[in-house]
């Protein structure tokens, strides 16, 4: 099994300070989100007793980052989420996400592909712009995905950003002017 295939093993110590086992340093919560960004699986086990800490250390990174305002999970899910663990939905809940992001990590070329085919709508006005934007916005929510490869996503700049808005709103002041 080779290094990246076997799971990166952190221990966590009684001061609760993160010890990465291969570089034989401590680590941070961002640096473990860091290694699974990069496709590595990680284990993360408390030294003394030797429990499995890993689904609380990644729920706790989901938080943080939620907490930060990146947020990836709608509310509505969220809301189903906490309604899941008090309802006969329970066992089918874990099955049925795995199942869904699975799917997305399969299908994200099959995504970006159609995107490309020959469209009905391709001879709207804007249609390119607009299919570009969708493929800018796939490959921000598969960057860093296990199965992307390291470096074919290109990260975005403020200016690439506020580009993205201006072209947004003149789409949808040309729309309004459709609309008349």
């Known amino acids: ?20 086992t291969e570089t034989s340093d401590y680590v941070t919560l961002e640096d473990i989100a860091g290694f699974i960004r990069a496709g590595r699986e990680v284990q993360i086990v408390d030294l003394k007793s030797g429990d499995d800490l890993t689904r609380q250390y990644l729920l706790q990174i989901i938080a943080e980052h939620e907490s930060r305002g990146e947020n990836v999970l709608p ?18 809940v874990p099955q049925f996400l795995a199942m869904s992001f699975e799917m997305l990590r399969e299908g994200q070329s ?24 969708q493929q800018a916005f796939m490959k921000t929510m598969m960057s860093g995905w296990p199965g992307v490869p ?4 290109e990260p975005e700049t403020k200016d690439d950003l ?19």
Request: no cysteine.
């Open 162 to 180: 506020d580009q993205i808005k201006q072209q947004l709103s003149e789409l949808q002041q040309k729309l309004a002017k459709m609309n008349k």
């Open 75 to 92: 509310l509505e899910v969220l809301t189903d989420l906490v309604r899941s663990y008090t309802t006969q939905a329970q066992s089918v």
């Open 110 to 133: 099959q995504i970006v592909e159609n995107m490309t085919k020959a469209n009905p709508m391709a001879g709207m006005p804007g249609f390119e712009e607009m299919q570009r934007q």
């Open 150 to 153: 390291p470096g074919q996503e």
């Open 1 to 20: 099994m080779t290094d990246d295939a076997k799971p990166l093993l952190i221990k966590r110590y009684a001061s609760r300070r993160l010890y990465n």
